[in-house]
């Protein structure tokens, strides 16, 4: 049954081979090039491969870029939940607790006291908590707090108009819609919104829940609504990005910046005999968040799948106040252009027949360049080059063009031999040899040359090389072009087009020295040979026959006429 079954396949493939001939590629270009369009407009799969290779290759990479050594998280984990459980029970904490620690640590002389908690209603068993912590927050030039966006369907049920926030400014002069609310989840306390040392802390995922990039601002009807990287960078003097959402570089692995443990720190403050250095954070960003699991705050990112929010946080403060975040070219346009420019280079090679060794080398080698500046960029730039996605398409291309290439090989050698039917009246078959006499035998590179330029002239040819160093008997053919044609017998029309483009190769066969540098002793001789293929015996030694025939005219043309 298989062995049925591969028959069938094979003839199939004979018959498509011997149907469609090199506009195979052609079709398989524009079938291909289709699947691109329709994958950037409706599939995405190749954003998906970009955002897999992305993470692999920042993830792999040799050179990481260092973390700010001035910034310092004060880590709320689970030792510290432990640690002051005793004098202040369960998270949350009395605000009191936090006062305490801002204005000790404002006497350092930071350059920001950034807190990664949201501070969203009061502490009604603590009134007084609140009141201290909001006097120290108002006696504090350096403190930034986050206020939450919620999701723009809100905005109808929201009180809160931009232009009531201080921070949050018109994109234009006159473009702020006066009316409009937005739906946001700001601090409790008054000094902190006085301040307008406030921004977003939102992080929005990518589609397969990976944090890959930041949004540093929000435009709302007219208003431009700060992340708080975005103001933290601007409050310290960085210059403004000149992109709403960015594309992090990772600093490393998680916990690459300098962390210390909020009660250890708390603990020493409130100690008379101090342990640790009383200028720690002088000029340092410290920023107070939590990695304990119980508090909820990992996300998953393209460096881990449990990524501390804080340290999000902390890394895209990093890239936006030295400005390296990553730069890479986005959307679709860049995608599709990519992808059909390698398809239909790859087409052109393979329709115009050009030597497939040679190609397959410089393909594997010119994929495998892209993916390598690919990777060579991360490392040394800050820019990310994305080409998974293209060259994917162009090795898929590739892979189905060679397979075709190689079955049309093979069934054309088949339909060679078995390709008349019974009942026919059999092949008119016409075979050409071109010997190339050099006192050395010509290189492999050189006969490639050679056979493109004749292939050239007939397209309708079948143009095969026998070169010069075959061991024996062998050597002594020299290097030969073996051009041959064939049609059927009573097709006189084909015949006689045949004899025409034959003679024309023969007077083109003796430019051949001019244009390819040829030794100048070399002698070029050919001959063309016609016979008939009968249909009710094998063909393949009717063409082994009419090779040693062409070959013995090529030596002997007036003996061969004599006997012929």
């Not at 000790?104 to 930071?110: F, G, R, W």
């Not at 959402?245 to 403050?269: A, C």
């Amino acid at each position: 049954m298989l062995i049925r079954l591969r028959f069938l396949l094979t003839g199939l493939m004979s018959a498509l081979t011997r149907r469609l001939q090199r506009n195979f590629y052609l079709y398989l270009a524009a079938l291909l090039s289709l699947g691109v369009l329709l994958d950037a407009g409706v599939f995405h799969i190749g954003e998906n491969m970009r955002q897999k290779a992305f993470d692999f290759m920042v993830r792999s990479r040799v050179v990481t870029p260092a973390p700010d050594p001035d910034i310092v998280i004060v880590d709320v984990n689970e030792a510290s939940l432990s640690a002051l459980s005793t004098d202040y029970g369960r998270w949350p904490w009395p605000r009191q607790v936090f006062g305490e620690f801002v204005e000790n640590i404002a006497a350092q002389q930071p350059k920001a006291i950034v807190f990664d908690i949201l501070f969203s209603d009061a502490d009604l068993f603590n009134p007084d908590s609140d009141a201290y912590f909001n006097e120290v927050i108002a006696g504090s030039k350096h403190t930034f707090f986050p206020f939450l966006r919620l999701a723009p369907d809100h905005d109808s049920l929201s009180q809160v108009k931009p232009g009531m926030l201080r921070g949050i400014r018109e994109l234009t002069p006159g473009s702020g819609d006066a009316g409009a609310t937005v739906a946001v989840v700001l601090p409790h306390f008054e000094a902190a919104l006085q301040s307008g040392r406030i921004g977003m802390h939102n992080i929005y995922p990518d589609s397969d829940g990976i944090v890959r990039e930041y949004r540093l601002w929000s435009e709302d009807y007219g208003w431009l609504l700060p992340s708080l990287p975005l103001t933290i960078a601007t409050a310290l003097g960085a210059p403004a990005p000149d992109r709403q959402t960015v594309l992090l570089n990772w600093r490393g692995k998680p916990f690459s910046y300098r962390y210390v443990s909020f009660s250890d720190v708390y603990k020493d403050l409130s100690s008379k005999v101090k342990t640790r250095p009383q200028d720690e954070f002088r000029g340092k960003i410290v920023i107070i968040g939590s990695t304990a699991p119980s508090l909820f705050d990992l996300k998953a990112t393209a460096m881990a799948k449990m990524h501390p929010g804080v340290e999000i946080l902390a890394t895209a403060i990093d890239n936006v106040r030295h400005g390296d975040y990553l730069h890479t070219l986005r959307g679709a346009s860049s995608y599709v252009l990519i992808s059909l420019l390698l398809i239909w280079l790859t087409t052109a090679a393979f329709f115009r027949n050009v030597d497939r060794d040679r190609f397959n080398k410089v393909f594997s080698g010119s994929q495998l360049g892209l993916l390598a500046i690919s990777y060579i960029g991360i490392n040394l730039t800050n820019t990310y080059i994305d080409v998974t996605g293209p060259v994917t398409w162009a090795v898929a291309y590739f892979s189905v063009a060679k397979v075709y290439a190689i079955a049309n090989d093979r069934a054309l050698q088949r339909w060679l031999s078995y390709g008349v039917k019974p009942d026919a009246g059999g092949l008119h078959a016409f075979v050409m040899p071109v010997l190339l006499e050099t006192p050395e035998p010509l290189g492999e590179a050189l006969m490639k040359k050679l056979r493109a330029e004749i292939q050239a002239l007939d397209d309708a040819a079948g143009v095969e090389i026998l070169r010069g160093t075959q061991g024996g008997i062998w050597g002594l053919f020299g290097d030969m072009l073996l051009l041959t044609w064939m049609c059927g017998t009573d097709e006189e029309a084909q015949i006689q087009g045949i004899r025409q483009r034959a003679q024309s190769i023969a007077e083109a066969a003796t430019q051949l020295h001019s244009v390819n540098s040829l030794p100048v002793r070399t002698v070029i001789r050919h001959t063309l040979h016609e016979g008939v293929l009968a249909a009710d015996r094998p063909l393949a030694p009717q063409w082994r026959s009419l090779f040693a025939q062409a070959t013995l005219k090529l030596e002997h043309p007036e003996t061969f006429k004599e006997h012929a």
